[in-house]
């Protein structure tokens, strides 16, 4: 036989029986609505320790049952005709759930249901009662979680025959109608220190509204996020009280009443900082904030800081606590900013190696001290040991060079250089200033100016012999970027434009001569769709003052390579001589063009690319466009927190004598 067990979540009554019964959700101890009232009732199921006010969520503890450990089971007749089960007897059960998935409470069901979680257990009719009774408990609050207040389940027993030896346990829910918020009262608390009037604030901050449903999670979610919006908005040391949320069912919607006290509106005093790392000082902590004191106080300038500190490398944790400073004429409130930190390791040693179609076994180790002239004086040690590079280098860069973001860059040392193209031994020192982006703060306009003066002894090999020359250059590169992307390492939309000149003297034995080094880059992105980007490049260079023959060899323009022409290794495109030896020119085109899908598989957020790349070096002083080489390939992308990783294979479409058939690239961030 079937018994069937029906559990009434909640009655329906009619409006002229209805009696209201407020009480706050957050207080168990509240003596409960008498029988029989349902036309209005506080949110029941409240949870001893739970946050005040809080509509109880499908991951909260279930209440005590009523009556203790006792609990009614009813008599259930055995199949067989004149036997009784025995309430020790042993039982094995299977479950269906039914009405709960169309919800998308199937799977919290699942995982927090006594009877599904140990239906693989023998059990007896009493334990059965038991978690029959839990379960009931737990369908009324999931179904009151997502705002179904006037909701029915029915269990249905169904004991084992000799056909069927488990007893089937039918779960099924009827939710009912959702509950609607019908009216959210904010008022301020007698004695408030902000406006009498909170409402005009609070409302347009916590993100519920009249007509929305009565979902726990959503009200949960609106109550922790409220004091983080309002401290954005330059209240920082509101007092809210829980929330008071009557549900009627007469008329199937609910009330929400809160006091808020807003407190003064806070404005930004003094950075205090404590002496944890070197040179770290208020004055230097003060660069980095992007406010000034008085200014209005948000919770996101307050992190940005903290971030920047991070940033730094120099600190291993940061902590800034606002507290309540003086009050000013206006009304308003200083917020002083207290932080404290741990230091983080200065001194780092890194080793790296890799093999490169065309540059062959590279390995590179470099020691770094970030902070050997304090504040943020770094010095780092370089060495590179590769089949066609060699690096002795010595760095100093000052990070936050008196504002934040701003940095100088000096560096000297000795190259050598084994090229297709030419052979180069070069002692040099380089100064720059420059403003930088970062994924911190992507900034629209970034520049940068310097001056290089270096000696390098270089051998042409695109000339017949090999002569050997020595040459002086005295350059002052500058650059300076539009950016109008979304992202740094994996733009999606917009565009950048950068213009690079570099006014050179150079000095070549007996004679003299000058030369203008120009360039222009462009990018722009277009999504499609959630899926897909299109993104193209155009890249132009130009030397101008000077012929191709007089210029040091490695200061002339060359093409391909993962940053250039796709297809084809370093110095693979452009004008070559007699022994397919690439000569370098005067100017410089190159193209792009990829299509980027990005997808999830195997839980892992990934990318295929399809991309062809062209260019042209030119002994012209004009970029030209009729003998462009052309390359084409496919990709892989790893997305990461800290930007795609990808992987790219490409062939040259008009290979010419020399040129490899496949060439790999591996690398971090977008090809552009």
Request: net charge neutral; proline share 7%; hydrophobic share 40%.
């Given at each position: 036989m079937h018994l069937i067990l029906p559990i009434m979540i909640a009655a329906a009554a009619s409006a002229a029986q209805a009696q209201t019964a407020q009480a706050q959700t957050a207080q168990p101890q509240a003596a409960p609505a008498p029988p029989g009232s349902s036309a209005a009732q506080a949110i029941p199921g409240a949870i001893p320790g739970a946050i005040p006010g809080a509509i109880p969520g499908p991951q909260d503890p279930l209440p005590d049952l009523p009556g203790g450990d006792a609990v009614a089971w009813p008599d259930v007749e055995s199949t067989t005709a004149g036997e009784a089960a025995a309430p020790d007897a042993a039982i094995r059960y299977r479950v269906e759930v039914t009405g709960l998935d169309v919800l998308g409470l199937d799977d919290e069901f699942r995982g927090l249901s006594s009877l599904w979680q140990r239906r693989s257990?023998?059990?007896n009719l009493a334990q059965l009662g038991r978690r029959i009774a839990e379960d009931r408990d737990l369908v009324e609050l999931l179904l009151r979680s997502i705002g179904y207040y006037g909701s029915q389940a029915r269990i249905t027993i169904v004991p084992g025959s000799a056909d069927q030896p488990a007893t089937i346990v039918r779960v099924a829910a009827q939710p009912g109608p959702v509950y609607n918020f019908r009216e959210i009262t904010i008022t301020a608390p007698p004695g408030a220190l902000g406006p009498a009037d909170p409402a005009r604030i609070?409302?347009?901050?916590?993100?519920i509204r009249v007509g929305d449903a009565v979902e726990a999670a959503r009200v949960l979610s609106a109550q922790d996020a409220l004091p983080i919006r309002l401290a954005d908005a330059g209240y920082p040391f509101a007092r809210i009280a829980p929330p008071d949320i009557v549900i009627d069912h007469a008329g199937r919607d609910a009330i929400l009443s809160q006091s808020v006290d807003l407190g003064r509106r806070g404005v930004f005093g003094a950075i205090r900082i404590d002496n944890a790392v070197k040179g770290m000082n208020d004055n230097h902590v003060a660069l980095l904030a992007r406010f000034k004191p008085g200014d209005r106080y948000s919770n996101a300038g307050r992190e940005d800081l903290r971030r920047a500190l991070v940033q730094t490398g120099l600190f291993g944790a940061?902590?800034?606590?606002?507290?309540?400073?003086?009050?000013?004429?206006?009304?308003?409130?200083?917020?002083?900013?207290?932080?404290?930190?741990?230091?983080?390791?200065?001194?780092?040693?890194?080793?790296?190696?890799?093999?490169?179609?065309?540059?062959?076994?590279?390995?590179?180790?470099t020691w770094t001290h970030r902070n050997?002239?304090?504040?943020?004086?770094g010095f780092t040690a370089r060495v590179v040991a590769a089949q066609r590079e060699q690096v002795a280098q010595a760095e100093l860069r000052m990070r936050n060079f008196g504002q934040r973001d701003r940095q100088l860059l000096v560096t000297g040392g000795l190259t050598a250089s084994q090229q297709f193209a030419f052979a180069a031994e070069t002692v040099g020192i380089s100064a720059s200033l420059a403003r930088e982006s970062n994924i911190i703060w992507q900034k629209d306009w970034t520049w940068s100016i310097g001056a290089q003066a270096l000696v390098t002894r270089q051998r042409d090999r695109s000339v017949a012999g090999d002569p050997r020359r020595t040459f002086t250059?005295?350059?002052?590169?500058?650059?300076?970027t539009w950016d109008k992307s979304d992202d740094l390492l994996n733009p999606s939309r917009g565009f950048r434009l950068t213009t690079r000149f570099s006014p050179e003297f150079t000095l070549r034995e007996r004679s003299n001569f000058n030369y203008l080094k120009a360039q222009i880059e462009a990018t722009a992105y277009k999504p499609l769709g959630d899926h897909l980007v299109l993104a193209g490049r155009f890249h132009i260079g130009s030397i101008v003052g000077a012929n191709r023959g007089v210029i040091a060899p490695d200061r002339r323009f060359y093409a391909g390579g993962g940053g250039s022409v796709r297809g084809y290794v370093f110095q693979g495109v452009g004008p070559r001589n007699a022994n397919n030896v690439p000569t370098g020119g005067n100017s410089l085109t190159e193209l792009a063009f990829e299509a980027r899908y990005r997808f999830q598989a195997f839980g892992?957020?990934?990318?295929?690319?399809?991309?062809?790349?062209?260019?042209?070096?030119?002994?012209?002083?004009?970029?030209?466009?009729d003998r462009l080489s052309l390359g084409a390939g496919i990709g892989a992308r790893f997305y990461t927190g800290f930007g795609p990783v990808r992987v790219d294979i490409a062939t040259p479409v008009n290979r010419q004598r020399g040129d490899p058939r496949l060439v790999f690239y591996v690398s971090i961030g977008q090809a552009f």
């Amino acid at each position: 036989m079937h018994l069937i067990l029906p559990i009434m979540i909640a009655a329906a009554a009619s409006a002229a029986q209805a009696q209201t019964a407020q009480a706050q959700t957050a207080q168990p101890q509240a003596a409960p609505a008498p029988p029989g009232s349902s036309a209005a009732q506080a949110i029941p199921g409240a949870i001893p320790g739970a946050i005040p006010g809080a509509i109880p969520g499908p991951q909260d503890p279930l209440p005590d049952l009523p009556g203790g450990d006792a609990v009614a089971w009813p008599d259930v007749e055995s199949t067989t005709a004149g036997e009784a089960a025995a309430p020790d007897a042993a039982i094995r059960y299977r479950v269906e759930v039914t009405g709960l998935d169309v919800l998308g409470l199937d799977d919290e069901f699942r995982g927090l249901s006594s009877l599904w979680q140990r239906r693989s257990e023998e059990t007896n009719l009493a334990q059965l009662g038991r978690r029959i009774a839990e379960d009931r408990d737990l369908v009324e609050l999931l179904l009151r979680s997502i705002g179904y207040y006037g909701s029915q389940a029915r269990i249905t027993i169904v004991p084992g025959s000799a056909d069927q030896p488990a007893t089937i346990v039918r779960v099924a829910a009827q939710p009912g109608p959702v509950y609607n918020f019908r009216e959210i009262t904010i008022t301020a608390p007698p004695g408030a220190l902000g406006p009498a009037d909170p409402a005009r604030i609070v409302t347009r901050l916590l993100p519920i509204r009249v007509g929305d449903a009565v979902e726990a999670a959503r009200v949960l979610s609106a109550q922790d996020a409220l004091p983080i919006r309002l401290a954005d908005a330059g209240y920082p040391f509101a007092r809210i009280a829980p929330p008071d949320i009557v549900i009627d069912h007469a008329g199937r919607d609910a009330i929400l009443s809160q006091s808020v006290d807003l407190g003064r509106r806070g404005v930004f005093g003094a950075i205090r900082i404590d002496n944890a790392v070197k040179g770290m000082n208020d004055n230097h902590v003060a660069l980095l904030a992007r406010f000034k004191p008085g200014d209005r106080y948000s919770n996101a300038g307050r992190e940005d800081l903290r971030r920047a500190l991070v940033q730094t490398g120099l600190f291993g944790a940061v902590a800034i606590k606002p507290t309540e400073g003086a009050l000013r004429e206006d009304g308003t409130q200083q917020i002083n900013l207290d932080i404290s930190s741990d230091p983080a390791p200065t001194r780092t040693i890194a080793l790296a190696g890799g093999f490169s179609t065309g540059q062959g076994v590279r390995a590179e180790g470099t020691w770094t001290h970030r902070n050997l002239l304090p504040p943020e004086g770094g010095f780092t040690a370089r060495v590179v040991a590769a089949q066609r590079e060699q690096v002795a280098q010595a760095e100093l860069r000052m990070r936050n060079f008196g504002q934040r973001d701003r940095q100088l860059l000096v560096t000297g040392g000795l190259t050598a250089s084994q090229q297709f193209a030419f052979a180069a031994e070069t002692v040099g020192i380089s100064a720059s200033l420059a403003r930088e982006s970062n994924i911190i703060w992507q900034k629209d306009w970034t520049w940068s100016i310097g001056a290089q003066a270096l000696v390098t002894r270089q051998r042409d090999r695109s000339v017949a012999g090999d002569p050997r020359r020595t040459f002086t250059v005295l350059a002052m590169p500058a650059s300076v970027t539009w950016d109008k992307s979304d992202d740094l390492l994996n733009p999606s939309r917009g565009f950048r434009l950068t213009t690079r000149f570099s006014p050179e003297f150079t000095l070549r034995e007996r004679s003299n001569f000058n030369y203008l080094k120009a360039q222009i880059e462009a990018t722009a992105y277009k999504p499609l769709g959630d899926h897909l980007v299109l993104a193209g490049r155009f890249h132009i260079g130009s030397i101008v003052g000077a012929n191709r023959g007089v210029i040091a060899p490695d200061r002339r323009f060359y093409a391909g390579g993962g940053g250039s022409v796709r297809g084809y290794v370093f110095q693979g495109v452009g004008p070559r001589n007699a022994n397919n030896v690439p000569t370098g020119g005067n100017s410089l085109t190159e193209l792009a063009f990829e299509a980027r899908y990005r997808f999830q598989a195997f839980g892992q957020d990934l990318g295929i690319v399809a991309f062809v790349d062209a260019g042209e070096v030119s002994t012209g002083v004009s970029p030209a466009f009729d003998r462009l080489s052309l390359g084409a390939g496919i990709g892989a992308r790893f997305y990461t927190g800290f930007g795609p990783v990808r992987v790219d294979i490409a062939t040259p479409v008009n290979r010419q004598r020399g040129d490899p058939r496949l060439v790999f690239y591996v690398s971090i961030g977008q090809a552009f």
